[in-house]
């Protein structure tokens, strides 16, 4: 396969990633969605991210079909990276998509809820010393040698379980003597300092002969600053000297000193030189030693090393995962064939929400806090009051889909997901034109007619055109939903105006209650199935009235009052125990 034919990889991106790892190191990097293998091959981290999210080939990334779905799921695993152990775990949940089947969405749940109980049965010094695996592993890159430590103390921490199965299956007596060997020795055969104290010592002896050769003028005043009167006092105090500082005895010294010099200053020169080219050769050798050596420990424990460098990023991952859930105290849906339903369901991106109940399909929760929603509707409108929360639930919703089609838990006390081969979610967008209109169309309208089953999630249409043709459109959209057996809640302020809907879908409605002391609107963000809600813009007045800066700027407030009732504006201020 072409490195071209991948998602987002072009000439260039090809050639580099060709030159750093070769044309099949760098297929297996795509294909096994290593981002720190691109990364290394100079491919900035995002743009790694984006090749890998699509590089399954099965378009799981496709399913999220707008632009607002798309932001919602960047923001969650922006959230679950950031419970990572590690910054490869990091990466590869950025690059997690939603999987095809109910199947593969099932495997990794259950990983993630084994993972979080074996996590859950450690007590605080055993993952903190989890952690501190962790971190030891990413400061030292990641290597082989970091993931064979890594290994080890994981095992010796006491993670037991299915997810940490392969961490049993490495022979720890291999791992150890191959945690010795590993780091040492590179492909090109270079060995590293403190693998075998003979050739340190070698490499000192080297490294102080060539120091020697350098100063070699220097070393012949020394020795004629002693007082030798003849070339033979001059070669025995010169092979007392160097093997004085080079810590080699007298033999070998004289072994290399020069039989023919012509005088002091040649018989320094090629005697220096000789003993050099001697002690490099005997490191050559004793490195070339060495690490066939260390070689050979790490052949005969390479499979349990590869266990353990596979094990280790994928205990990262699943630990990760398993601390993302705990955070956010996310629970496992019940993973179906169709719909949506959520009791006690709250928004990842809020502090402190009021959990919703909410419903589109079949279903069989009862829930134990706040109504249980409908069954069987494919299709609800939802409406109600100005910053009522219909657009945080319809995103609420949207976390709730993306989680799951990836297999993840849920912000919810128990759900249902059902398996959508697209989610639409569409945001309002005030901009009142031609051109919006026909953009948001062309992104919610073709996932919709086309293949597969659909979740529509979208908000207030006539944002985007005049309200005549937008309660028009909308009537289309939700017939369309239920021709094509898709799913959808759309948000709405046009519930009157509409068509008779068809069977099946429903109404329901948010309400404000009121304003509370600080004139902030209280509203039960809990819909009410099968009611119309009202925008109540008494409340709105309400708090305009109270906060006005003068009497004339009251004045104007209060004739909108009498407008919308002044009776009922008044009540909402004795409420709220105004005093004017």
């Given at each position: 396969?072409?490195?071209?034919?991948?998602?987002?990889?072009?000439?260039?991106?090809?050639?580099?990633?060709?030159?750093?790892?070769?044309?099949?190191?760098?297929?297996?990097?795509?294909?096994?969605?290593?981002?720190?293998?691109?990364?290394?091959?100079?491919?900035?981290?995002?743009?790694?991210v984006?090749?890998?999210?699509?590089?399954?080939?099965?378009?799981?990334?496709?399913?999220?079909?707008?632009?607002?779905?798309?932001?919602?799921?960047?923001?969650?695993?922006?959230?679950?990276?950031?419970?990572?152990?590690?910054?490869?775990?990091?990466?590869?949940?950025?690059?997690?998509?939603?999987?095809?089947?109910?199947?593969?969405r099932?495997?990794?749940?259950?990983?993630?809820?084994?993972?979080?109980?074996?996590?859950?049965?450690?007590?605080?010094?055993?993952?903190?010393?989890?952690?501190?695996?962790?971190?030891?592993?990413?400061?030292?890159?990641?290597?082989?040698?970091?993931?064979?430590?890594?290994?080890l103390?994981?095992?010796?921490?006491g993670?037991?379980?299915?997810?940490?199965?392969?961490?049993?299956?490495?022979?720890?007596?291999?791992?150890?003597?191959?945690?010795?060997?590993?780091?040492?020795?590179?492909?090109?055969?270079?060995?590293?300092?403190?693998a075998d104290?003979?050739?340190?010592?070698?490499?000192?002896?080297?490294?102080?002969?060539?120091?020697?050769?350098?100063?070699?003028?220097?070393?012949?005043?020394t020795?004629?600053?002693?007082?030798?009167?003849?070339?033979?006092?001059?070669?025995?105090?010169?092979?007392?000297?160097?093997?004085q500082?080079?810590?080699?005895?007298?033999?070998e010294?004289?072994?290399?000193?020069?039989?023919?010099?012509?005088?002091?200053?040649?018989?320094?020169?090629?005697?220096?030189?000789?003993?050099?080219?001697?002690?490099?050769?005997?490191?050559?050798?004793?490195?070339?030693?060495?690490?066939?050596?260390?070689?050979?420990?790490?052949?005969?424990?390479r499979?349990?090393?590869?266990?353990?460098v596979?094990?280790?990023?994928?205990?990262?991952?699943?630990?990760?995962?398993?601390?993302?859930?705990?955070?956010?105290?996310?629970?496992?849906?019940?993973?179906?064939?169709?719909?949506?339903?959520?009791?006690?369901?709250?928004?990842?991106?809020?502090?402190?929400?009021?959990?919703?109940?909410?419903?589109?399909?079949?279903?069989?929760?009862?829930c134990?806090?706040?109504?249980?929603?409908?069954?069987?509707?494919?299709?609800?409108?939802?409406?109600?009051?100005?910053?009522?929360?219909?657009?945080?639930?319809?995103?609420?919703?949207?976390?709730?889909?993306?989680?799951?089609?990836?297999?993840?838990?849920?912000?919810?006390e128990?759900?249902?997901?059902?398996?959508?081969?697209?989610?639409?979610?569409?945001?309002?967008h005030?901009?009142?034109?031609?051109?919006?209109?026909?953009?948001?169309?062309?992104?919610?309208v073709?996932?919709?007619?086309?293949d597969?089953?659909?979740?529509?999630?979208?908000?207030?249409?006539?944002?985007?055109?005049e309200?005549?043709?937008?309660?028009?459109?909308?009537?289309?959209?939700?017939?369309l939903?239920?021709?094509r057996?898709?799913?959808?809640?759309?948000?709405?302020?046009?519930?009157?105006?509409?068509?008779?809907?068809?069977?099946?879908?429903?109404?329901?409605?948010?309400?404000?209650?009121?304003?509370t002391?600080?004139?902030?609107?209280?509203?039960?963000?809990?819909?009410?199935?099968?009611?119309?809600?009202?925008?109540?813009?008494?409340?709105?007045?309400?708090?305009?009235?109270?906060?006005?800066?003068?009497?004339?700027?009251?004045?104007?407030?209060?004739?909108?009052?009498?407008?919308?009732?002044?009776e009922?504006?008044?009540?909402?201020?004795?409420?709220?125990?105004?005093?004017?």
């Amino acid at each position: 396969m072409r490195l071209e034919d991948y998602w987002g990889v072009g000439p260039k991106t090809s050639d580099r990633l060709e030159s750093a790892l070769g044309r099949e190191g760098a297929v297996a990097a795509i294909e096994s969605a290593d981002v720190r293998a691109l990364v290394d091959a100079g491919v900035t981290r995002g743009r790694a991210v984006r090749i890998l999210r699509r590089a399954d080939g099965q378009g799981g990334i496709d399913a999220l079909s707008t632009r607002d779905a798309r932001d919602v799921y960047d923001d969650l695993l922006s959230l679950a990276s950031d419970r990572a152990l590690t910054e490869h775990a990091a990466d590869r949940i950025r690059v997690l998509t939603p999987l095809p089947t109910v199947g593969a969405r099932r495997d990794r749940l259950d990983r993630i809820l084994a993972a979080r109980e074996a996590w859950a049965d450690l007590d605080d010094e055993a993952r903190e010393a989890v952690e501190e695996a962790f971190r030891d592993y990413d400061d030292a890159g990641e290597t082989e040698r970091a993931a064979v430590r890594a290994a080890l103390e994981l095992r010796e921490a006491g993670l037991r379980g299915e997810p940490f199965d392969a961490l049993a299956e490495a022979d720890p007596d291999a791992l150890r003597d191959a945690l010795g060997a590993l780091g040492y020795v590179d492909n090109g055969g270079s060995v590293a300092a403190g693998a075998d104290d003979r050739l340190d010592s070698l490499r000192s002896r080297l490294e102080t002969a060539t120091e020697l050769r350098s100063g070699s003028f220097d070393l012949l005043e020394t020795i004629q600053s002693r007082g030798v009167r003849s070339l033979d006092d001059f070669r025995a105090a010169f092979v007392q000297y160097v093997a004085q500082e080079t810590d080699l005895s007298r033999g070998e010294v004289e072994a290399v000193a020069a039989e023919d010099a012509r005088d002091a200053t040649d018989f320094v020169s090629a005697s220096l030189r000789a003993l050099v080219e001697e002690l490099e050769a005997d490191v050559a050798a004793r490195e070339e030693t060495v690490a066939e050596e260390l070689r050979d420990r790490i052949w005969a424990a390479r499979d349990d090393v590869d266990l353990a460098v596979e094990a280790v990023d994928e205990v990262a991952l699943s630990l990760s995962l398993a601390r993302f859930a705990d955070e956010y105290d996310l629970t496992p849906p019940d993973i179906a064939e169709t719909g949506l339903a959520v009791c006690g369901a709250r928004n990842l991106f809020l502090d402190d929400p009021q959990p919703v109940s909410y419903a589109v399909g079949d279903h069989e929760l009862a829930c134990a806090s706040g109504p249980t929603p409908p069954v069987g509707d494919r299709v609800s409108v939802l409406t109600g009051a100005n910053s009522g929360g219909k657009t945080t639930l319809l995103e609420t919703l949207s976390q709730v889909a993306i989680l799951a089609s990836m297999g993840l838990p849920v912000p919810a006390e128990s759900a249902v997901v059902g398996r959508f081969d697209s989610v639409v979610f569409h945001r309002r967008h005030a901009s009142f034109n031609a051109g919006v209109l026909e953009s948001t169309l062309k992104s919610i309208v073709p996932p919709l007619s086309g293949d597969g089953r659909t979740l529509m999630l979208v908000d207030e249409f006539e944002a985007i055109t005049e309200p005549g043709r937008a309660a028009d459109l909308l009537n289309g959209l939700v017939n369309l939903t239920v021709e094509r057996d898709a799913f959808g809640v759309y948000v709405t302020h046009l519930a009157d105006e509409l068509s008779p809907l068809p069977p099946e879908a429903r109404i329901d409605g948010i309400f404000a209650e009121g304003l509370t002391d600080e004139l902030d609107l209280r509203v039960d963000y809990q819909p009410r199935f099968g009611t119309v809600g009202k925008s109540t813009p008494e409340f709105i007045v309400s708090r305009l009235v109270a906060n006005a800066r003068d009497r004339a700027e009251r004045q104007g407030f209060e004739a909108l009052a009498a407008a919308v009732g002044e009776e009922a504006v008044q009540k909402t201020l004795s409420d709220a125990e105004f005093v004017g």
